[in-house]
């Protein structure tokens, strides 16, 4: 069973197109987020809501829309896509920060989804 | 602001050496500090945590940790390198208040047979 899965694991698209990449987890976390690997590694946090709540939105372009129709998903929305839109995007998910718990504060992420905008 | 800083984007050690991993961390409160992996075309996975109490911590694989608060590191490390531990390996700190982690930049470590 896979905890945090992503689909499609692989986009390609051309600029100007919209496209949308689907999360799930099954793990009963309270919190789930975006980030975003740009190509020399850099992981930045795009989003993170809890429990349905949008409670980090980065500098991000209003083109990326996310969507959490229930805890156990959070979807991201690309409109009008950008050559520098190409990156992997993983979706994650945690307990609440500052609970305890060996659990407590730990990411679990998904294997992520490859997006290339030519 | 709370930050994290890798030193090295790549370093290269032999199988069956000791390998080490450099993080430095900036931060006004005391940090919760996380080291992760990621294998080619995978997720990130927890390697170790430090939050409070043993300030080394052992994590996956044989890879260990110590918090240094009097060097603001957290350095990675294992005595002996095996070729499966060649991955990206990211050092995280949590923005306490802000529920979120910060990564460094990475270090891609490659082992040599």
């Known amino acids: 069973d896979t905890a945090v899965s992503q689909t499609p694991k692989y986009l390609v698209t051309q600029m100007g197109n919209d496209k949308s990449i689907k999360c799930e987890q099954n793990?009963?976390?309270?919190?789930m987020y975006w980030y975003k690997q740009d190509s020399k590694k850099f992981l930045k946090i795009m989003f993170s809501?809890?429990?349905?709540?949008?409670?980090i939105n980065e500098t991000v372009p209003n083109r990326f829309s996310p969507k959490s129709p229930d805890k156990a998903h959070l979807n991201l929305h690309i409109n009008s896509l950008e050559l520098g839109d190409s990156a992997v995007y993983f979706c994650?998910?945690?307990?609440?920060f500052g609970q305890g718990g060996s659990g407590a504060n730990v990411l679990t992420f998904g294997a992520g989804s490859r997006l290339t905008v030519l | 602001a709370q930050s994290v800083t890798q030193l090295g984007s790549h370093v290269s050690v032999s199988e069956g050496a000791l390998v080490l991993l450099r993080c430095n961390y900036s931060?006004?409160?005391?940090?919760?500090l996380f080291w992760y992996v990621q294998y080619p075309n995978q997720g990130l996975q927890l390697l170790l945590k430090?939050?409070?109490?043993?300030?080394l911590v052992k994590g996956i694989n044989g890879f260990e940790a110590e918090f240094k608060k009097s060097e603001t590191s957290f350095h990675l490390t294992k005595p002996s390198a095996h070729m499966s531990d060649a991955a990206e390996y990211f050092c995280?700190?949590?923005?306490?208040?802000?529920?979120?982690?910060?990564f460094g930049q990475g270090t891609r470590l490659t082992i040599n047979p």
């Open positions: 809501y809890n429990n349905k709540e949008l409670i």
């Open positions: 995280a700190v949590l923005i306490q208040g802000a529920q979120k982690l910060v």
């Open positions: 994650a998910s945690s307990q609440v």
């Open positions: 430090y939050t409070t109490g043993a300030t």
């Open positions: 793990l009963g976390h309270d919190t």
């Open positions: 931060s006004s409160v005391p940090p919760y």
